[in-house]
């Protein structure tokens, strides 16, 4: 167990438990449960405002060229309120049908204005894990030193500390999950967007980093080992 308390996100608490049992002499069963915590580091807490170039594969939803169902095409039911949200996001600026947006093609790159935010609040995270191992009972000097271990994992890591980058932006303004239904241009992602009010164009996404949500994944680890003396070294023949 562990305790440690840091003056940006105050204290926190991790423990680890873990068993062996012995079924037999060539069967282990193994096990444990952890919780663990990362606080953030510098750079994530007071990194100042800084230009980056970060992939966006939906491409500015404002555009007629974008690859975003849920941006200004025709297939969009509610290619309206987009549209809507698009002008009062530049300023008035009016996007209609026709606009392409800051090239006249599909571009899937975009621009964060990446910087810390000192609010942050620490990882958190849960791991379990069981499994065996398994040793040859076999007493043949090709085989007694056979050794295979299988172990299943359970990892979910909640509050996981990223940048809410550009495309990530985009989807929660234009609701492309489900988050901004009204098409509200002072939802807190839109607030996040800069565009020109002069020809709508994108300028760049406020991309502070936020505790985003759930990270998880599992999976099963498999090792084998094999072993023999070599002849000549160390006793062997």
């Not at 953030?40 to 491409?59: C, G, K, R, S």
């Not at 550009?166 to 009204?182: H, I, K, M, R, S």
């Not at 709508?200 to 936020?210: C, D, K, M, N, P």
Request: proline fraction near 6%; charge should be neutral.
């Amino acid at each position: 167990a562990r305790y440690s308390h840091y003056s940006s996100t105050g204290s926190v608490f991790a423990w680890k438990s873990t068993g062996d049992w012995d079924v037999s002499d060539w069967i282990k069963v193994r096990g444990g449960y952890q919780q663990a915590n990362r606080a953030p580091n510098v750079a994530e807490l007071y990194q100042p405002a800084v230009f980056q170039t970060v992939p966006w594969p939906d491409h500015d939803p404002c555009s007629m060229f974008t690859r975003a169902q849920y941006g200004n095409v025709a297939a969009n039911p509610d290619r309206a309120k987009v549209q809507a949200l698009c002008t009062a996001l530049s300023g008035g600026f009016a996007i209609g049908n026709n606009f392409s947006g800051n090239v006249p093609n599909y571009f899937p790159l975009g621009r964060d204005l990446q910087q810390g935010n000192p609010n942050l609040d620490n990882e958190k995270a849960k791991t379990w894990t069981i499994g065996a191992v398994l040793t040859s009972p076999i007493e043949s000097p090709l085989l007694n030193r056979l050794r295979l271990s299988v172990d299943y994992y359970n990892i979910t890591i909640k509050g996981a500390i990223a940048p809410a980058s550009t495309q990530l932006v985009y989807q929660e303004c234009f609701n492309a999950l489900g988050n901004n239904p009204t098409y509200d241009p002072n939802n807190a992602y839109c607030r996040r967007i800069r565009r020109s009010s002069a020809d709508g164009l994108w300028i760049a996404t406020e991309a502070s980093f936020e505790n985003l949500g759930v990270i998880s994944t599992s999976g099963i680890d498999v090792q084998l080992d094999w072993s023999i003396a070599a002849p000549g070294i160390g006793g062997g023949r």
